[in-house]
């Protein structure tokens, strides 16, 4: 290919030459004069504007006065130069000529040619390299796929159905302090915690006073004495003295639950409204979730601590595609 | 530099704090006459006591049932400072929270009071109306007796009673009708009727931390009042009202803590007197005076209205800046 090949698709296009007199070249404002002096006095208060933001950041104004004369400066300034390029530049209109981007039939013909010859035909002389390289190159496409599964993150296993409350797990504060049967009177309410719980995550062993997010419980006094009936059939004997928890995770999305009205006897979930009857096993009343709020049976120990007499008996929080409580 | 701030400092803090301090403590004697009566020990049945026992023996008829006894949480219980004189429980508390009886000089004034402000609703010995429709029943106005004074006082104080519309779902609070000389008047008869507790509470802020105070509020009260206490709607058209307002004053929101008016939950053994001290510091300073440092608050109720704000103001600024940049002159 020479360069005469291309000759034929180039036009060549004289520049055009700037003449004032041209009345293209004229100001776009009606009234130049006019539209300088406003440019002119616009710059001049973002030149004050600044140096109020100046003195302002030297002497320690307030930051109310120092945000507003820099925004106020900057404001101004942008507005001057917008100002003159839209009104006391040139209007036009301008055209530029170019040539045509299109290339002849002769010169793609070429290009084909060239582009088959040069790897049809050199490249499959050589099949032992060809296959060598696909081979290397495909292993190494699978062996990324490794680390990309990897980061998934190790399978849940029954992370997801189990919770560290166990049976005899005693129920905490948020300092830690263990809670007794005087502790809330009827229509009280507080976030309870496992205590002591022993986490095993990647081999490592560790104790948490408080458990996991997922552990937070709502503790609910309903009555000074025992419910007249349980909260669901077969939920004799879970709340003591008026004592109910449940779950404080959603089964919605998870937000936690903590918004309770005592003479309602109504637990709301604040993202989406989810409203949960304590007295009735917390069955949605209302709202997207989908299934009542998890319950933990309840009871004493021997020192007179509330504590879990079962863990609960249900996955905690949001579904999940392996649920299968 | 630092002398005549030091000069300043004594002058116009340190003096001003000692004329308030000497104020303070003679109100307190005139407010709670057994007070005085109890530390100088001149009162003959006056007696400090940790055990509930001794507490009802000593206070007459305090009506206790159901209340927690958890030590300093809003109960006579092994109190720190109990007075009691002539068989009536007169106050409790300990540094954090002092709670007081109004006197019995205020019964007479309270039960004319409640004759003609509450007792349309509230009946005429404050048990509570009815209205039988068929066989439904319908509660006009709740049984009053056995509540105790904060219960009443919070109430009235806060404008929310006498009602204006019997059949509203909450009462809001309103500007108030009586004053809290009247409220506390009201208290001291109902209470009369059923001595119980908690008594009306006077905390003592000075010593409060509103750092921890904060903490609690995000961890107890947040959940409903959000956490720049601006309110929020709840379940069947109650809301949680909001705590800027200014006219929230540290009492009412000791009261509400410890008495758990309407839809709130009562907070009792879960939350030490100091701990309910350190909320009520937290509420009536920083949370009802916001420093805003970055501008306006837009109400503090989150990104929906900041959000809205951008978008409108901001997005749409820039939409009309550009227009004009693009349009030919």
């Given at each position: 290919m020479s360069d005469a090949d291309h000759q034929p698709s180039r036009t060549r296009v004289p520049m055009p030459i700037a003449a004032l007199?041209?009345?293209?070249?004229?100001?776009?404002?009606?009234h130049p004069k006019r539209a300088e002096g406003v440019i002119a006095i616009v710059l001049f208060a973002s030149m004050v504007l600044f140096a109020i933001a100046g003195a302002a950041y030297w002497q320690n104004w307030s930051p109310w006065v120092f945000g507003g004369a820099l925004g106020g400066g900057m404001f101004a300034l942008g507005f001057g130069l917008t100002a003159w390029g839209k009104?006391?530049?040139?209007q036009g209109p301008f055209v530029e000529e170019r040539h045509t981007l299109a290339g002849t039939d002769e010169e793609r013909d070429a290009l084909s040619a060239a582009l088959y010859e040069r790897t049809t035909v050199v490249v499959k002389r050589r099949k032992l390299l060809g296959g060598m390289f696909a081979g290397g190159a495909g292993l190494f496409g699978i062996v990324a796929l490794f680390p990309l599964i990897r980061?998934?993150?190790?399978?849940?296993k029954n992370e997801l159905d189990?919770?560290?409350?166990?049976?005899?797990t005693v129920l905490v504060d948020s300092n830690g302090r263990p809670i007794r049967?005087?502790?809330?009177?009827?229509g009280g309410i507080m976030t309870v915690y496992p205590r002591n719980q022993k986490i095993v995550k990647d081999g490592e062993v560790t104790f948490t006073q408080q458990g996991l997010a997922t552990d937070q419980t709502v503790l609910i006094r309903l009555?000074?004495?025992?419910?007249?009936?349980?909260?669901?059939?077969?939920?004799?004997?879970?709340?003591?003295?008026?004592y109910v928890a449940y779950s404080k995770?959603?089964?919605?999305?998870?937000?936690?639950?903590?918004?309770?009205e005592r003479e309602l006897e109504v637990l709301v979930c604040p993202c989406h409204q989810s409203m949960f009857n304590v007295r009735d096993?917390?069955?949605?009343?209302?709202?997207?979730?989908p299934r009542p709020l998890p319950q933990l049976p309840l009871g004493y120990n021997d020192q007179g601590y509330l504590i879990?007499?079962?863990?609960?008996d249900q996955a905690l929080g949001p579904a999940f595609f392996e649920r299968t409580t | 530099m630092r002398a005549p701030l030091k000069g300043k400092f004594r002058t116009q803090f340190l003096l001003p704090a000692g004329l308030l301090s000497v104020a303070a403590m003679a109100s307190l004697a005139v407010f709670f006459p057994g007070a005085g009566a109890g530390a100088s020990g001149h009162a003959d049945a006056s007696q400090v006591s940790t055990n509930a026992k001794d507490v009802l023996k000593a206070c007459?008829?305090?009506?206790?049932?159901?209340?927690?006894?958890?030590?300093?949480?809003?109960?006579?219980?092994?109190?720190t400072n109990l007075i009691c004189h002539g068989g009536n429980l007169i106050a409790y508390g300990n540094h954090a929270i002092t709670y007081a009886n109004p006197p019995a000089s205020y019964i007479a004034a309270g039960r004319d009071l409640f004759a003609t402000t509450?007792?349309?609703?509230?009946?005429n010995t404050a048990n509570g109306t009815m209205i039988v429709n068929g066989k439904t029943e319908a509660t006009i106005g709740p049984n009053l007796?056995?509540?105790?004074?904060a219960t009443v006082d919070f109430w009235v104080s806060s404008g929310r009673?006498?009602?204006?519309?019997?059949?509203?779902v909450e009462a809001e609070r309103r500007p108030?009708?009586?004053t809290p000389q009247q409220a506390l008047e009201i208290a001291a008869w109902v209470n009369s009727l059923d001595p119980a507790v908690p008594a009306v509470p006077y905390p003592?802020?000075?010593?409060?931390?509103q750092s921890v105070g904060a903490d609690l509020f995000s961890l107890n009260?947040?959940?409903?009042?959000?956490i720049t206490g601006s309110g929020d709607a709840l379940a069947y058209g109650t809301n949680a009202p909001s705590?800027?307002?200014?006219?929230?004053t540290s009492q009412q929101v000791v009261e509400a803590i410890r008495?758990?008016?309407?839809n709130m939950p009562r907070f009792s053994g879960n939350l030490s007197d100091a701990q309910v001290r350190d909320i009520t510091s937290y509420v009536t300073g920083r949370l009802q005076h916001p420093t805003n440092p970055g501008g306006?608050?837009?109400?503090?109720?989150?990104?929906v209205a900041e959000g809205f704000v951008a978008l409108l103001i901001g997005v749409g600024g820039l939409a009309l800046v550009a227009f004009w940049i693009g349009d030919r002159s």
């Open positions: 007199s041209d009345p293209h070249m004229s100001d776009a404002a009606r009104y006391l530049m040139p980061s998934l993150g190790p399978l849940p189990v919770s560290n409350w166990k049976a005899g049967r005087e502790t809330l009177q009827a009555s000074d004495g025992p419910l007249p009936q349980p909260t669901m059939p077969g939920r004799e004997g879970w709340a003591p003295d008026g995770v959603c089964t919605h999305l998870g937000c936690p639950v903590g918004l309770y096993g917390a069955v949605p009343q209302f709202g997207p979730a879990a007499t079962a863990p609960y | 007459g008829t305090v009506n206790t049932k159901g209340v927690s006894p958890t030590p300093n949480s809003g109960n006579p219980f092994t109190s509450c007792s349309s609703c509230h009946g007796q056995g509540v105790g004074a009673m006498p009602a204006t519309d019997v059949k509203a108030t009708r009586l003592h802020l000075n010593g409060a931390n009260c947040a959940a409903c009042h959000t705590l800027q307002n200014k006219q929230v008495t758990g008016p309407a306006f608050d837009l109400g503090g109720v989150g990104p």
